[in-house]
Structure formats: structure tokens, C-alpha cells
């Protein structure tokens, strides 16, 4: 188990600096930095002292390297644009984000497990097939066009929601339906196929020839089985939704970590652009490290 | 965006096979509209009149004839824009797929088929990739060297190998075991043949169904980027950017992000049928 753990600390970390060199390198891509901070309206000098400000007339190694021995403390520089710390920004943004993902988590949780139960307890009947349809749907939806009719219906329409900002708890319930559209599908999938595996199982029939309830085999014994992958894949898929959370914070005008991002790629600022790669990147390895973990703890068997 | 893992429903029924055929008949639709895009366009896509401004479409009171889903505001016909537009979705979805699928394919044959140092190697890379966030970086990229079809195309075949990767590694690593492979190896076929002739034919139909889930995925994307405004250039009319424009009418006149929108929705979900289709023909189940 240690040994395990171990392991994927070391694969964690590496993944972990291959993405802060891949980030720097993106943010390396247009070619002179300087010229497009200075903007389109700067003389040769203006973009002279803005290369000296920023550091860009030192050798790319020598940036780099800084860059890292300060992101490893936690400094990720300053913005440009902000001019504060490109830390104290995130951190300002990240519960707006955090919240979202974690709305949009449990909403996702709260449909997909009964829904994969229901759906594998009836498989094979019209009430399977709709779930089936259902998760198809979310897959073919596109969530910035979901958000855009939630808007429009539950936010004009019906005017029960606000359709923009961050002032209540009102404020997350679109964003975290739609967010939660995208898990659906694989959560629901999961959800049922696991239950079904579960349920052609050898304890599942000792239960049964038990005289245990119908109740009682489903949610202790099968659920508990087959809620392992799904617990394990939760995990990684608020890490997907964190990522994907910059498209819905802009229909919504949420300003978490996403709106951050988008503003900074809009306005050139390249230190917040790769500062929020990396620590989206970080949290995601550290969930899907927690997910290991989960599966691991839930799971005896993966425990030898 | 989600790792959709597909685990297969029972025995294939009838109404699975009728999920087949609307979907081989949207997307034989779509194909039809992408190739003959500029034969079959009542309108010039591009062709603006302000006098013509948001004409609502034929469902609606006061509609003109002439142009049955109406216009944008800038009096573009929508139906032209939606058709064009079709043929860009289709056009990125398929070079995405092949970018990323050369890539892919690539990496996890070799995975999978050498093991080893190889596949530690490419199970790495996979988990880098997999750790980065896609919509973020594609926009990043595109925001930094500006926007255009090819750059587009480029980044995302660079984010989304990932799919492939993973099917091709498993896969051949399953026949890289067969007796076939042993025979070909005996009978003194190099690497290279024994990659090219015996395993890639025999994992092809997992790679068929990953490439029908990728184009899907490229055209969300597409649009999704393209909402953004950093993805397909207009005055091109990407879905996508048809929804940006449209959004600031959408209080007034719902409908102009309902039909791009609702066109997106039909092929993604018609490619994503057919897929399925297909993995219960090839008796696949590929999880991803």
C-alpha cells in the first residue's frame, strides 16, 4: 500500500513538472512577449523598458527556472494586467470555481446513482432505455447552449433565477445544473453498469437465497460494490469540471478561476494564463490521486 | 471534457438499431450538407443587408418565404450560415480526428505492443495529458497566435489524443499475445510489419468507434471555442460563433440561438448514436 502510494506521489510530481514546463512553453509561443504587452501602439523603446521590466531580456533557461523556483514557494509572479500577485488572484477567484465544480458534483451524484440503479434493477425496459436515452442527450448537449436556455426560460421567461453573477446561492443553481449536464452520462453509465455486474454476482445470490430484502441487497450489498468506481471517477470528474468550468463561468458571468483565465488570455497577461493552468492541472492529479486512494480505501481487494 | 466511459447496454434491440439508422441518417445528412454546402445554399452566406435584419423563421407569424429560417442581424440567411456552418463543423471534426488519431494511435500501439519502458513512457504521457485542461489551453493557444482554421485544427488534434491512446494501448496489448502475432513473428516479419499488417487490422474496429466519439468531441469543442470567440474566424459561420452573435437577441428573439443550437445538439448526438451503433456491429466494448 505505502509502496503504491509512493508511486504515484513520484508520477504525480512528474506530471506535475512536465505541465509547468509545458505551460511556460505556451505562454512562449507567440514569439517576443514584450511586444504584445507593450501593445500595437508601442514604439521600439516602449517595448525596450517593457522587456527589461518583465524580466524578458534574460535568457529563456534563466526565466524558466525562476519561474519554477518561485512557483515550487507558491510565488506565481505577478499579473500584469492586476498588478498584484497572480496567487492572491486565484485564491480571490477559487471559491467561486470551487463551489460551482462542487454544486455541479453532487447535483451530477444526486441524478446518476438513482438513476443507475432504477436503471440496471429495470434493465432492459422502456424505463432503462430512457435513462439510456437521457445520458446520450447530456453527451450531445452543448452546456454553453444548455446555459443560454436556462437563461432564457428560467431567468426571462419564468424569472425565477438570476441569470448573472455570484450574489446568493440562487446564483449557482443554472450554472450548477448545466455543469452537472456534463457528468451525467458517464456517472449514470457507471452507476448501471456496475449495479448490473454487481447483481449477476455470487454474493448477490447468497444474499437473495438468504430471504434478505429486496432493499436491503440492493443498497448494502450491490450499491456497495458498485459505488466504488463511480465514488473513484467523481472524483476525477470534478477535476474535469473545474477545467471545463471556464465556459459556463463566462455565459454566467461567474468570476471564478475560469472568467480569470479568459479575461487574462483576452488582455495578454501570461502569468495568470499559466498560473491557472498549472494549479488547475495540480488539482486535478491531486483528485485523481484522492481517487486512487478512495478506490483503495473502499476497495480491499486493491489493498494487498 | 467528461470521460464519457462507455460500457455497453445488453444485447442489441431493436430500438438500438433504430437509434443506428437515425444516426447514420443524420450524419449522412450532415455529410451531404458539408460537401455540397456551396451548391445547395439558397443565399450567400455572407452576403448582409441590413434590411433585412433578424427575419424570424417559417414557424413564425410574418415570416418571408424567401428565407426559411430568417436572418442574423446582420441580415445574413440563417439557413445558409447553418449549412455552411455544418460544413465547417464537419470539416474540423474530421481533421481533428485524424491529427489526434495519428497521434494516438501511434503512441498506444507502441504502449501497448512493447510494454515496458515504452508503456511506462506512454502511460505518462497519457496522465500529463489527461492532467491538462483542454477548453483552457486550446483557448490560450488560439488567444496567443490568433485564430485561424488550421491553428485550430492543430491544437486540438494536439489535446485530444488522449482516446486513442488509451483504446490502442489495451487493445494491442490484447492481440500482441495472439497466435497470429507469434506466426508472423516466426515466419520473420520486421517490427514494423507485424505492427502495420497484423495488429493495427485487428484493433481497427475499436479505433473506428473511439474516431466517431472524437469527431463528436472535436465539434462541441469547435463550437464551444468558437463561442468563445477564439476559434473559427467570422465572418465564418461556426455554430458556435452563430450562438456568440445571436446571444445578445436571444431575450427578444429566442429562436436565433435555438436553430444553431439545436443543429449542434442533432449531429453530435446523430455521430454519437452511430458510434454506438457501430461498437454493438463490431461486438466492441471498448471502455475509454
Not at chain 2, 473511439?210 to 470567440?229: H, K, N, Q, R, W
Request: proline share 4%; charged share 15%.
Amino acid at each position: 500500500m505505502l509502496r503504491f502510494l509512493f508511486r504515484r506521489l513520484i508520477v504525480a510530481l512528474l506530471v506535475a513538472a512536465t505541465v509547468m514546463t509545458l505551460a511556460f512553453i505556451l505562454t512562449r509561443l507567440s514569439g517576443d512577449l514584450a511586444i504584445s504587452i507593450a501593445g500595437p501602439n508601442a514604439t521600439a523603446a516602449d517595448i525596450e523598458a517593457v522587456r527589461k521590466a518583465y524580466g524578458l531580456d534574460r535568457p529563456v533557461l534563466e526565466q524558466f527556472l525562476d519561474w519554477v523556483g518561485r512557483a515550487v514557494t507558491g510565488d506565481l509572479g505577478n499579473s500584469y494586467f492586476f498588478q498584484t500577485r497572480v496567487s492572491t488572484l486565484i485564491a480571490e477567484r477559487m471559491p467561486v470555481t470551487l463551489t460551482l465544480g462542487l454544486t455541479g458534483l453532487s447535483l451530477a451524484l444526486l441524478i446518476s446513482i438513482p438513476m443507475g440503479i432504477l436503471a440496471a434493477v429495470r434493465e432492459n425496459t422502456n424505463f432503462d432505455r430512457a435513462v439510456q436515452m437521457v445520458a446520450l442527450i447530456g453527451q450531445a448537449m452543448p452546456s454553453f447552449w444548455l446555459g443560454l436556455l436556462l437563461m432564457i426560460v428560467f431567468g426571462l421567461s419564468l424569472g425565477w433565477l438570476p441569470i448573472s453573477g455570484t450574489g446568493s446561492w440562487e446564483h449557482f443553481v443554472m450554472p450548477g445544473i448545466v455543469l452537472a449536464f456534463s457528468a451525467v452520462p458517464a456517472l449514470t453509465r457507471l452507476t448501471r453498469a456496475g449495479m448490473i455486474q454487481a447483481m449477476g454476482s455470487d454474493y448477490i445470490r447468497t444474499a437473495r437465497a438468504k430471504g434478505l430484502s429486496r432493499a436491503s441487497i440492493l443498497l448494502k450489498h450491490a450499491l456497495r460494490n458498485a459505488a466504488i468506481p463511480v465514488v473513484a471517477i467523481a472524483a476525477v470528474q470534478l477535476g474535469f469540471m473545474l477545467g471545463g468550468s471556464i465556459v459556463i463561468e463566462q455565459v454566467f458571468a461567474l468570476h471564478g478561476v475560469g472568467f480569470l483565465a479568459w479575461e487574462s488570455i483576452a488582455k495578454n497577461d501570461f502569468p495568470v494564463v499559466q498560473a491557472v493552468v498549472l494549479v488547475l492541472a495540480v488539482i486535478y492529479v491531486a483528485l485523481t490521486m484522492v481517487s486512487d486512494l478512495l478506490n483503495a480505501v473502499l476497495d480491499p481487494r486493491l489493498r494487498a | 471534457m467528461s470521460t464519457a466511459v462507455a460500457i455497453n447496454a445488453g444485447p442489441r434491440r431493436g430500438w438500438r438499431s433504430a437509434g443506428t439508422w437515425i444516426g447514420a441518417v443524420i450524419v449522412g445528412l450532415a455529410l451531404f450538407c458539408a460537401i455540397f454546402a456551396p451548391l445547395i445554399v439558397p443565399h450567400d452566406p455572407f452576403a448582409q443587408d441590413l434590411n433585412r435584419r433578424l427575419l424570424v423563421p417559417f414557424w413564425m407569424e410574418g415570416h418571408n418565404p424567401d428565407f426559411i429560417l430568417g436572418t442574423d442581424q446582420l441580415g445574413r440567411d440563417y439557413l445558409s450560415r447553418l449549412i455552411w456552418g455544418c460544413r465547417i463543423s464537419m470539416l474540423i471534426g474530421v481533421t481533428v480526428t485524424i491529427v489526434s488519431g495519428v497521434i494516438g494511435i501511434t503512441i498506444g500501439v507502441l504502449g501497448g505492443f512493447f510494454g515496458g519502458r515504452i508503456d511506462d513512457a506512454v502511460l505518462f504521457a497519457i496522465t500529463t495529458r489527461l492532467s491538462i485542461p483542454v477548453v483552457l489551453v486550446a483557448l490560450a493557444v488560439v488567444g496567443l497566435l490568433g485564430t485561424s482554421m488550421t491553428l485550430l485544427v492543430l491544437t486540438l488534434g494536439l489535446l485530444l489524443w488522449d482516446r486513442f491512446a488509451v483504446v490502442a494501448r489495451s487493445t494491442s496489448m490484447q492481440v500482441r499475445n495472439l497466435d497470429f502475432v507469434a506466426a508472423a513473428w516466426c515466419a520473420g516479419c520486421s517490427r514494423f510489419r507485424v505492427l502495420t499488417r497484423e495488429v493495427l487490422p485487428n484493433i481497427a474496429s475499436h479505433l473506428v468507434v473511439v474516431a466517431t466519439l472524437e469527431v463528436a468531441l472535436a465539434i462541441l469543442l469547435e463550437a464551444t471555442l468558437s463561442f468563445l470567440g477564439l476559434g473559427v474566424p467570422p465572418p465564418l459561420p461556426s455554430w458556435g460563433l452563430m450562438i456568440a452573435e445571436a446571444k445578445d437577441y436571444m431575450f427578444f428573439s429566442p429562436w436565433v440561438i435555438v436553430i444553431p443550437g439545436v443543429a449542434l445538439f442533432v449531429l453530435v448526438l446523430g455521430i454519437n448514436l452511430l458510434g454506438d451503433g457501430l461498437r454493438d456491429a463490431f461486438g466492441t466494448r471498448s471502455r475509454t
